[in-house]
């Protein structure tokens, strides 16, 4: 079973940054496992914000393109999601993901950490 742990949410003004950490309690997702932000505001379905592959390819969705970078540390089991030009509809609750490389095998999720962006 493994476990994500993300950090680093809060609340900021507009044009604002921040950091997101997610620490996994394996490494060996970090080999193997395709890694993603997403976030859910209230009322609205969950989306994917960026995605890194377990090969190191970075894609993200077009309303944070420019804005959000994703990153990883494998020798710290982190991956993180910096966060400029912040705005209010990035407000969601933020979560990490580890996608299995096959079909039948199990994808985890963090708890969750919130990012509240208003004036």
């Known amino acids: 079973q493994v476990q994500l742990v993300e950090s680093g949410g809060g609340l900021l003004q507009p044009g604002g940054s921040l950091k997101l950490s997610c620490v996994a309690s394996?490494?060996?997702?970090?080999?193997?496992?395709?890694l993603g932000w997403h976030r859910q505001a209230p009322g609205k379905q969950r989306e994917l914000v960026a995605n890194?592959?377990?090969?190191?390819?970075?894609t993200y969705a077009d309303p944070v393109k420019g804005r959000f970078t994703m990153s990883r540390d494998s020798a710290k089991n982190t991956v993180y999601l910096l966060m400029n030009n912040l705005k209010p509809e990035d407000t969601a609750v933020y979560y990490c993901?580890?996608?299995?490389?096959?079909?039948?095998?199990?994808?985890?999720w963090g708890q969750g950490t919130q990012v509240t962006v208003s004036s």
């Open positions: 394996s490494s060996i997702i970090f080999g193997s496992y395709d």
């Open positions: 890194i592959t377990h090969e190191g390819t970075t």
């Open positions: 993901s580890a996608k299995s490389p096959v079909p039948t095998g199990s994808d985890y």
